[in-house]
């Protein structure tokens, strides 16, 4: 019989332990709801007042690289979103991983956007010796979306492509961008909705958030979108578990591609009809920020009533018992995303799926309805659901056009 060395256990023990916890710190923690944007504002003698406008219009996160490059503009910048709360994710176009600003409201760095397949073993070494420079910084790459060429891809499929990016870089977050077409003979909607169940599958199978892209303004084939086309790409990605979501654009960007201006802020700098719609929207975002960033999806449901979808069937099994509308109502087309929070109750986003009407659903939860508490996008506060139509039967949820509700149940 072996004698233990129990001295040589003991240090084995705690270099493991200390190896865990160093790992641990290491990693990216997101701290708040994402609320951020692409095309930053000109790093310029008005800097101070930009970023004051844009703490303003309630945005959480700058994403760098077009106001200012260079660690110089870069520091500049990390002292503007230290002053107005607002983190940051650096460029970092060429300064060295050692040479990296740092500070408290750094996020991390930005290292690409829309890599090919190919391009992930070179990122996955820079990120590498970024990492061992600013341990515990995000490394950000955003991906392309699935209307991608196979050729930009660098893969057979959109699945395929974000697979390999999650199994390559270990990413602390995941990020894509779509922009779904509104057309009225032309829906790009499903296309949206399938990237973000993407995003959702692989950021719950490696357990880290993902955020996307959507968009507030007109280029291309794209239209100029409305509020109800904006709400209806933020509170879909919220239905699908989304712990961030990126405005484009905010600045409009000098390009061949805009001709039509129209981002959240003109090219002059005047504040377009999408500030203030993104002002609200954000404030209501940063309201339900605490409760979602809690939330661990378990279910996304899609209910369309003129595809033959019965409520009660789809949403079997959910705390949503059933969904039902009075007879001179619009036919039903909602998201009902489903959720588990950290203490062990459950949540539930109802989406209005229609961004040009709104919608009255009667909804049956699987308890009675004092027991459900609804999260105030006006306050944040927590409060009992009240009913929108107390002289009706059963308990009444309006809902604007493409707008979401977030709701908390007891446990099972």
């Known amino acids: 019989m072996h004698c233990l060395n129990w001295v040589a256990v003991i ?57 200012g490059t260079g660690v110089e503009k870069v520091t500049q910048q990390l002292a503007l979103c230290e002053k107005y709360d607002l983190r940051l994710i650096a460029p970092i176009h060429g300064i060295a991983p050692e040479d990296l600003p740092d500070g408290a409201a750094l996020w991390g760095y930005a290292l690409r956007d829309e890599p090919s397949a190919a391009d992930f073993p ?24 699935s209307y991608a060429s196979e050729e930009q891809l660098g893969t057979p499929t959109y699945d395929e492509h974000v697979r390999l990016f999650v199994e390559t870089l270990e990413p602390g977050v995941l990020s894509m961008d779509h922009y779904p077409i509104f057309h009225p003979g032309r829906d790009g909607r499903e296309g ?21 892209f959507f968009n507030i303004m007109p280029y291309g084939p794209h239209t100029d979108p409305t509020e109800g086309q904006v709400r209806w790409q933020i509170y879909t990605s919220l239905a699908y578990g989304a712990k961030g979501v990126l405005y484009f654009c905010y600045y409009t960007p000098v390009s061949h591609e805009f001709p039509k201006g129209g981002a959240i802020i003109a090219r ?56 039902t509308r009075s007879s001179y109502d ?29 919608a009255w659903p009667t909804v049956a939860f699987d308890v009675p309805a004092e027991q459900v508490i609804e999260v105030d996008k006006r306050t944040g506060e927590l409060a009992p659901v009240i009913d929108d139509s107390p002289e009706m039967e059963g308990l009444q949820i309006s809902l604007g056009a493409g707008d979401g509700r977030l709701f908390l149940l007891p446990p099972e």
């Open 11 to 67: 240090a084995l023990l705690v270099t493991l332990a200390f190896s865990e916890t160093a790992s641990a710190a290491d990693q990216f923690v997101q701290d708040r709801f994402a609320i951020g944007l692409w095309v930053d504002p000109p790093l310029d003698e008005r800097a101070d007042e930009r970023y004051q406008e844009l703490a303003e219009a309630n945005f959480t996160l700058v994403i760098g690289g077009f106001g």
């Open 122 to 145: 070179a990122l996955r070494e820079l990120a590498d010796a970024i990492r061992r420079a600013r341990p515990g910084r995000l490394n950000y790459i955003n991906l392309f979306p």
């Open 192 to 212: 949206y909705c399938n990237d973000l169940e993407v995003m959702r599958k692989y950021a719950l199978e490696h357990d880290i958030p993902f955020w996307n």
């Open 268 to 323: 002059d700098g005047r504040r377009t009809r999408h500030y203030y719609e993104a002002q609200r929207i954000n404030a209501e975002l940063k309201n339900l920020g605490p409760v979602l960033m809690q939330l661990t999806s378990t279910g996304v449901y899609r209910i369309s009533e003129e595809a033959g979808d019965d409520p009660e069937i789809v949403l079997e099994g959910t705390p949503v018992v059933n969904i």
């Open 330 to 358: 619009p036919p039903h087309e909602y998201l009902v995303g489903v959720f588990r929070h950290a203490d062990g109750r459950r949540a539930v986003l109802l989406n209005n799926y229609r961004f040009a009407y709104t």
